[in-house]
């Protein structure tokens, strides 16, 4: 179990090459027994980016503030504060600050070795919303 104000995680750079004025918080890890998921926020400054690269896992990507640019294998797509971005496994992409405020956004991504959860939630059983 974990509350805590964003702001009181740390935010570090993202030391990766390719990226431009990129910062990471790791909101939600494995750190924090996080089974299966990580929560991050990614902030990027005016006119930064995250490197143009690609994995074998998916992100799922909710835009708090700002707008950019979605590099997806070559192609630009705009985007903006409230969109919502699938990224596929395998595909190289980038996030790009094309605005005039910090772009913040949340990414999820899935661990790489998962633990096994040891509770079951009991609001997670059956389906819901076509879940």
Same mark, same amino acid.
């Given at each position: ?14 030391? $990766? =090459? +390719? ?6 918080? &790791?909101?939600?890890?494995?750190? /924090?027994n996080a089974p299966n998921f990580a929560l991050r926020l ?21 835009v708090l503030e700002g707008e950019g640019i979605f590099v $997806? =294998? +070559? ?6 504060? &409230?969109?919502?971005?699938?990224? /596929? ?16 956004f949340l990414c999820i991504i899935p661990h790489d070795k ?18």
């Amino acid at each position: 179990m974990k509350v805590i104000s964003y702001q009181d995680v740390p935010l570090e750079d993202v030391n $990766v =090459e +390719g990226a431009s004025l990129a910062q990471i918080r &790791w909101l939600i890890s494995q750190k /924090d027994n996080a089974p299966n998921f990580a929560l991050r926020l990614f902030e990027v400054g005016v006119g930064g980016h995250t490197p143009y690269h690609s994995h074998d896992f998916e992100h799922e990507v909710f835009v708090l503030e700002g707008e950019g640019i979605f590099v $997806v =294998e +070559g192609e630009d797509k705009p985007f903006k504060a &409230w969109d919502v971005i699938y990224v /596929d496994p395998n595909i190289e992409h980038q996030f790009k600050n094309t605005g005039t405020q910090i772009l913040k956004f949340l990414c999820i991504i899935p661990h790489d070795k998962p633990k096994v959860k040891k509770a079951i939630n009991p609001f997670a059983s059956g389906t819901a919303n076509n879940c």
